[in-house]
């Protein structure tokens, strides 16, 4: 049998599991956040304590999010601002960088940097000159740690020669590219229209630039999106062969996001054929000499990522799957998180309040969560199931009722397949693997202790 041969899982099963369940980049996750009192210079000393911990150990990650795009791709959950001016570029560069020092403050000491990424909106709607300034605006107030990684999302219709250049001259050698899919009825539909003419372009002047990773974003559920078209974007992908791909499900949320209101429920593939749409592309991947790593991406055995699941130091932040661990991760920029593991906070989403806050010497937060003892229990298992596909436990963190609720209610999920379970472990199987959202949800113990009356979150199939 062919490897391309599409293997259904049960339906049984892929009905049971298309429960709207989070993605897990966070526990607990976003909405739960704002349950308790919190406070900004609870998140100062907490990132005070997390940096004294870690920086000469580990060094920082350091996430900046740059929103502005030119057009509304309608499929888009992230914060975005859409504008053709560009005069906005050097204000908000000014503000990231005010931001920073407000940062540096709560240091004390010159940071470790360990990981840098740029992320969007679409960081390469900024000129190359107004990035060059934000990054040694960084870098002559910090130092590098020896294996630092730098890395930033791209647009193929806008990244130029120039781009790619001046970052790499600042030292970025990993890039991803947002392809989505080829298909142009596709394209249409999510209005993100970009040739795969651009892509190799921009593709093959990287590589012979000297970037060593170059990742795609695909995404399977859009709306129109048929397994003959995407089987057709991973041939035309092949020509390429990118060093990752993340190949992401795609969350129909237009209650959050009302550029999703361009299309309806009724031009989106239903859960089975969404889940055929992965079935195929996973196999096609692995047709290719891909592997899978964690959820959603895929990696050529070469690459650093396939490198850290084998050898058990794969890591997930909210910038992604990373080969490196930072305890600390600071974001900087309008709706950027950061987690100095005890704590979670995001800033405000509104370009104009997040430059009058930090305009003003004030950290822009717009909400956080200091963790519990509990959630300080479950988060590392949650940890270990996306990034390891398995977890464990002893005598003493086993009498931890959370993670005992948990753990029962696990049962069903062995009972079905998707976990083999014993005293003190548990091991996610290979049809597991296809449900670790659902996985996951079993040991969130927040959501369980608060359900919620709304749907909050994205569907799993």
């Known amino acids: 049998m062919s490897r391309n041969t599409i293997i259904p899982l049960p339906d049984e ?21 704002d349950k308790e009192p919190f406070g900004v210079d609870q998140w100062k000393a907490s990132v005070n304590n997390s940096f004294n911990e870690s920086n000469e150990r580990d060094g920082i990650s350091l996430y900046i999010h740059l929103p502005f795009c030119e057009s509304l791709c309608t499929y888009c959950g992230c914060n975005t601002r859409i504008t053709k001016n560009h005069k906005v570029e050097e204000p908000y560069i000014k503000g990231l960088l005010k931001e920073w020092d407000m940062y540096l403050e709560v240091f004390g000491k010159m940071p470790l940097i360990k990981e840098i990424h740029l992320g969007g909106g679409t960081p390469t709607f900024f000129s190359p000159e107004h990035l060059q300034q934000l990054i040694n605006g960084i870098l002559k107030t910090v130092q590098l740690h020896p294996e630092a990684e730098f890395s930033f999302e791209a647009h193929p219709g806008n990244t130029t020669t120039e781009h790619l250049q001046t970052l790499f001259d600042l030292g970025f050698r990993r890039l991803s590219l947002g392809i989505q899919d080829f298909d142009p009825v596709v394209q249409f539909i999510i209005n993100r229209i970009q040739s795969f003419e651009q892509v190799r372009n921009v593709t093959h002047q990287a590589r012979l630039i000297g970037y060593t990773s170059v990742n795609f974003d695909l995404i399977y559920g859009l709306p129109r999106q048929t397994l003959a078209g995407l089987k057709n974007t991973v041939r035309l992908m092949s020509d390429l062969m990118p060093d990752r791909i993340a190949f992401y499900s795609y969350a129909h949320v237009p209650w959050i ?22 079935e195929l592309g996973r196999d096609l991947f692995t047709d290719l000499g891909y592997r899978e790593i964690g959820m959603d991406h895929f990696a050529l055995p070469q690459d650093s990522l396939f490198l850290a699941e084998q050898a058990g130091h794969l890591h997930r932040n909210f910038m ?10 600071v974001g900087i920029g309008v709706s950027s998180i950061s987690d100095s593991w005890y704590a979670f906070v995001q800033n405000v989403k509104n370009v104009e309040e997040y430059l009058k806050l930090v305009n003003n010497h004030k950290l822009p937060v717009v909400k ?37 609720d948990g753990l029962e209610r696990m049962q069903t999920l062995a009972d079905d397949g998707l976990v083999e379970l014993s005293s003190y472990n548990l091991k996610v199987t290979p049809t597991g693997k296809r449900f670790l959202r659902n996985i996951c949800m079993a040991l969130d113990a927040r959501l369980w202790a608060d359900k919620p009356s709304t749907q909050l979150f994205s569907m799993t199939g």
Not at 13 to 33: D, E, I
């Open 320 to 329: 992604g799957y990373t080969h490196q661990y930072t305890q600390l991760m």
């Open 257 to 278: 996001k009302p550029g999703q209101r361009s299309f309806t429920e009724k031009d989106l593939p239903d859960p089975y054929e969404k889940r055929k749409l992965y």
């Open 368 to 404: 956080g969560h200091i963790l519990s003892a509990e959630d300080l229990t479950i988060r590392p298992h949650i940890l270990n199931i996306m990034c390891k596909g398995k977890t464990s436990w002893n005598i003493h963190t086993g009498q931890s009722q959370a993670l005992m």
């Open 13 to 33: 099963l892929v009905q049971k599991y298309n429960v709207a369940a989070p993605r897990y980049t966070s526990y607990p996750t976003v909405p739960y956040w």
